[in-house]
């Protein structure tokens, strides 16, 4: 049995209800995070919990606990579901008003809610293999850079991905690369790591911020900058990072080959450097 947080209540998830007249339901008016758990210990919690305050900033929303207290929530939340590597989804959402209205209500009770699931790690083919991608414009809103729950432009973005049997739709707007529809991208040229700058048109991915930081601690020269429609279609190597996908090499885009059309050897090394980085902070004690 999966157990779930709900306004101050611990419960069945299965029992989990909101009313109908949530601006979550009616509007999509909140924010999420995705926290990966290994060993029963959530992944750069403080990096989390630092973006969502970014969001409930972005989008007038008062933090409803300190990190603190949302430390010891998700903590209790891991303890009390199964499994050593789990993925906790915590949501805000502006809460239920008497009337549909897109104003905000006058007073707001936000609607808290944290649930985990089991961490689904990416199946090891697609790692040694690689996986396809196809490309699509980027339609969504200018401010990708919050993490809300207003996610239809995603979903629709990622089921033409679904749809052509592949695993990532990588959007591209005026031209350039800004991400995945749910993963941050990167690009290899003459051995050169390339990253789009953070900024209002994508999420700023906690790991995409380790993949910076293991580039730089192993001396994987890097550029910081917008990277073209061209260059990416021309990339040695392109891959895509999340938190459960961890890094994925994408092989494939719109049916042509990236590369050689195999996983790289600067992908082989990223993927290692993160393994040992997460079994050094997570499994044997920071
Ligand atoms: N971009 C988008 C649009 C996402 O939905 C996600 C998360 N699924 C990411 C990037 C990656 O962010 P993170 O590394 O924090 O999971």
Redesign the pocket.
């Given at each position: 049995m999966q157990t779930a947080y709900l306004n101050g209540t611990l419960l069945p998830l299965s029992e989990a209800r909101v009313s109908a007249m949530d601006r979550g339901f009616l509007f999509g008016d909140g924010a999420y995070?995705?926290i990966?758990v290994y060993s029963r210990r959530p992944f750069?919690l403080a990096?989390?919990l630092r973006?969502l305050r970014q969001t409930l900033d972005g989008i007038r929303l008062d933090n409803p606990h300190d990190d603190a207290a949302w430390a010891r929530l998700i903590g209790e939340i891991i303890a009390r579901n199964d499994g050593e590597d789990q993925s906790v989804y915590l949501q805000i959402t502006r809460g239920a008003d008497t009337r549909r209205n897109h104003a905000f209500p006058a007073s707001v009770t936000p609607t808290v809610f944290v649930m985990s699931e089991p961490l689904l790690t990416p199946p090891p083919a697609q790692r040694e293999t690689g996986i396809a991608a196809v490309s699509a414009p980027d339609m969504?809103w200018l401010r990708?850079d919050l993490?809300t729950t207003s996610?239809l432009a995603?979903c629709l973005l990622r089921q033409l991905a679904v749809d052509a049997g592949c695993v990532e739709t990588i959007l591209f707007r005026d031209g350039y690369m800004t991400?995945?529809?749910?993963?941050?991208i990167f690009a290899m040229k003459a051995g050169v790591m390339l990253a789009p700058p953070k900024n209002h048109l994508?999420?700023?991915?906690?790991?995409?911020?380790?993949v910076l930081e293991l580039a730089a601690a192993h001396g994987l020269p890097c550029e910081v900058r917008d990277v073209s429609e061209d260059e990416t279609r021309a990339a040695d190597e392109l891959w895509m990072?999340?938190?459960?996908?961890e890094v994925l090499p994408i092989t494939l885009l719109d049916g042509r080959a990236i590369g050689t059309g195999q996983p790289g050897p600067a992908f082989r090394n990223m993927y290692a450097w993160y393994q040992e980085f997460k079994q050094t902070v997570m499994r044997c004690g920071e």
């Open positions: 995070e995705v990966p750069r990096e989390h973006r969504r990708c993490k996610l995603n991400e995945g529809a749910a993963s941050n994508m999420l700023p991915g906690i790991t995409y911020d380790v990072t999340s938190s459960t996908k």
